[in-house]
């Protein structure tokens, strides 16, 4: 079983839809929760983060995190054909004094269509 | 800043040549990190870097070398390529922030193709 698990999906939804992305981990020392959201043909960016539990908002995206099931979401409001790409889920441990390379999930294929 | 650039974009290979694959970064990034994306694999890290002239292992490190000697270059080495190396290949660079989550930058990738 892989550390972090994420299904990949093809996930197509109607433009205006809320989205959830999700993924599942085992390691309980994980603290930080990237999305990353990655464009066909590109290299994957930094969408959003968060530490260790709760919820963070960023516009239309929000991060949520739940420590005691080990699942981690991130919801997309009012989707636009334009958020069509894949989204993957990274997390890392907290480190004293450095940083650890995160683990990424499989990720997820969004298409929002018209 | 040009960021984080890889090349070539493109590459044909034979079963059994070899081929450097160039990542550089312009950020003053210390670590360093190279991965293969595969359909339905998503990302695995194969080498990482935390700093000049120190290297280690990912997750599937097997048949491609790496070396750092300057903190701006992050070469990754197929030794004798094989069809099972096909893949999407990204280089990412980062700065540790003291313990804090580790924003990777990636480069636009490198299309192999071994045939």
């Known amino acids: 079983q892989k550390e972090v698990e994420q299904d990949p999906g093809p996930l197509s939804v109607p433009e205006g839809a809320i989205v959830s992305l999700n993924c599942t981990y085992s390691?309980?020392?994980?603290?930080?929760f990237m999305w990353y959201r990655q464009y066909s043909r590109k290299g994957p960016e930094l969408l959003m983060y968060?530490?260790?539990?709760g919820n963070k908002e960023d516009g239309r995206f929000t991060a949520q995190v739940d420590k005691s099931s080990k699942y981690i979401s991130l919801f997309i409001r009012d989707s636009q054909p334009s958020d069509s790409a894949t989204y993957l889920c990274?997390?890392?441990?907290?480190?004293?004094?450095?940083?650890?390379?995160?683990?990424f999930g499989r990720g997820t294929s969004l298409i929002v269509h018209p | 800043n040009a960021g984080v650039t890889q090349t070539p974009k493109f590459q044909v290979l034979k079963t059994g040549q070899s081929m450097t694959l160039q990542c550089a970064q312009d950020?003053?990034?210390?670590?360093m990190s190279w991965y293969r994306q595969d359909p339905g694999m998503g990302l695995r890290l194969i080498h990482y870097?935390?700093?000049?002239?120190?290297?280690d292992q990912g997750e599937v490190p097997n048949g491609y070398n790496v070396s750092r000697s300057t903190t701006e270059d992050f070469p990754l080495r197929l030794l004798s390529a094989a069809p099972s190396q096909t893949s999407v290949y990204f280089c990412?660079?980062?700065?540790?922030?003291?313990?804090?989550?580790?924003?990777?930058?990636f480069g636009p990738g490198t299309r192999l193709t071994v045939l």
């Open positions: 990412a660079s980062s700065r540790p922030s003291g313990g804090a989550y580790n924003e990777q930058f």
């Open positions: 390691n309980s020392a994980f603290q930080y």
């Open positions: 968060t530490y260790s539990s």
């Open positions: 990274a997390m890392s441990p907290h480190a004293s004094g450095g940083s650890y390379i995160p683990t």
């Open positions: 950020m003053n990034h210390e670590y």
């Open positions: 870097s935390v700093g000049a002239g120190i290297t």
